[in-house]
Nanobody, 115 residues
Framework: QVQLVESGGGLVQSGGSLRLSCTAS????????MGWYRQALGKQRESVAV???????NYLDSVKGRFTISRDNARNTVYLQMNSLKPEDTAVYYC?????????WGQGTQVTVSS
């Protein structure tokens, strides 16, 4: 079992920055992937950023150059640094990982970007 707890969401003006954190209940060192998804109101959940244990990262095209995913294995935490935020980034952001063949999700954190 893995529990994921997100924090760091909030209300920010367009052009501002936020850093989301996701802390796992066990060591993430050998978690092959950890990622962030988001779901805006009335839309499907979409992958925003993924980090592998080998150091590879992948991003949604619309956030490339603005968002950065990083992992701190010592703190069992993955971060999502979000810069130059836009109103269209408004969504609930979820942390996710896979462990022992099962997908785990955090409870989500709301990010609201005002224009």
């Amino acid at each position: 079992q893995v529990q994921l707890v997100e924090s760091g969401g909030g209300l920010v003006q367009s052009g501002g920055s936020l850093r989301l954190s996701c802390t796992a209940s066990r060591s993430i060192t050998y978690f092959y992937t950890m990622g962030w998804y988001r779901q805006a109101l009335g839309k499907q959940r979409e992958s925003v950023a993924v980090s592998t244990s080998g150091g590879t990262t992948n991003y949604l095209d619309s956030v490339k150059g603005r968002f950065t995913i990083s992992r701190d294995n010592a703190r069992n935490t993955v971060y999502l640094q979000m810069n130059s935020l836009k109103p269209e980034d408004t969504a609930v952001y979820y942390c996710t990982t896979q462990y022992m063949g099962k997908n785990y999700w955090g409870q989500g954190t709301q990010v609201t970007v005002s224009s």
